[in-house]
């Protein structure tokens, strides 16, 4: 019945062609393998957001105990108020994210142009030797760190952690520029100097604002990848520049108090404006284009 002349001439009717017992099969299939990848794509979320949503319940949560006895603000006020050591550590990470993400942002934003503009001998050289921050442990590179300063007597404090987290991000700033350098049409190099601009005219003019969204990614992610290091931190931290993981493992040993949960809600939101912030500033830049 399924190929009979009547289901046809409905088909043609309906300007379309019957189906198959193949394509019938294969559009099950395919439903299937979707209904398939979602389950995994829903647990995947459950794995990375509900963890995320535990906290920010237990923000609210007045008693110490991991029983949830109501809702209550006592630990956002006990933050505000009584957390003056907490802030320290806190204002001590961001300075050293935002500084850090700044000049890693720079310099890895100028070794891609460099290598991908220029030729030059040792090139290849270069560019293997840059990835080896990411591929090393982090154990090696805060023990290495850690006997450089020794060796070179520079006192512990928020410049070597500064310093350290300088060098560990590079590497992943002059990937992202790289990768979008690699995309980057140079007709339009060709083109500006046809027009009489200079290099510089058409570094900071033409190629900059082209690569801007990969400069702004690497900034972000040396950002936060600065804000949640500890064990770099850890070697190479001094009395009185503790940041903020140093801080929370400091206090593991008198037990965790719930207003790490508030001040993980405040930096989750300051997080998401940030990303909506910037996810329209760069939106308005493709649109300028």
């Known amino acids: 019945m399924e190929h009979s002349p009547f289901r046809k001439l409905v088909a043609r009717i309906n300007g379309r ?19 398939f ?13 509900l963890p995320l949503f535990v906290v920010v319940l237990y923000s ?7 029983d949830f006895t109501g809702f209550s603000l006592v630990w956002y ?27 890693a942002t720079v310099l890895g934003t100028l070794a891609a142009i460099g290598v991908n503009w220029y030729k030059f001998k040792g090139k290849m050289y270069i560019q293997t030797v840059s990835f080896l921050p990411m591929i090393l442990p ?36 002059f990937l992202l520029v790289l990768a979008r350098l690699d995309e980057f049409d140079y007709s339009i190099i060709e083109a500006a100097y ?29 950002m936060t990848m600065s804000l949640e290091d500890f064990v770099i931190t850890f070697f190479v931290s001094g009395p009185g520049s503790a940041t903020l993981p140093i801080y929370v493992y400091s206090m593991i040993r008198f037990g965790v108090s719930p207003v790490i949960n508030a001040l993980s809600f405040v930096m989750i939101l300051a997080t998401v404006l940030i990303a909506f912030a910037l996810r329209k500033f760069l939106k308005n830049i493709a649109a300028a284009k």
Request: glycine content about 6%; charged content about 15%.
């Open 37 to 49: 990848s979602f389950v995994i794509l829903l647990g995947t979320y459950l794995f990375l957001f």
């Open 194 to 222: 046809d027009l009489g601009a200079t290099e510089r005219q058409t570094m900071f003019r033409v190629l900059l604002p082209a690569i801007m969204p990969g400069i702004l990614s690497g900034f972000l992610i040396a």
């Open 138 to 173: 982090e154990v090696i590179i805060g023990i290495s760190m850690l006997i450089f300063f020794a060796a070179v007597k520079i006192p512990l404090g928020l410049f070597t952690i500064f310093t350290a987290h300088t060098t560990f991000c590079l590497p992943f700033v």
């Open 17 to 35: 062609k019957p189906n198959s017992e193949p394509s019938r099969h294969a559009r099950r299939t395919f439903q299937r393998r979707a209904s």
């Open 77 to 103: 006020k006990s933050l505000l108020f009584s957390s003056s050591e907490l802030w320290r550590a806190l204002g001590n990470s961001v300075i050293v994210a935002v500084t850090s993400g700044a000049v």
């Open 60 to 66: 609210f949560n007045p008693s110490k105990g991991s």
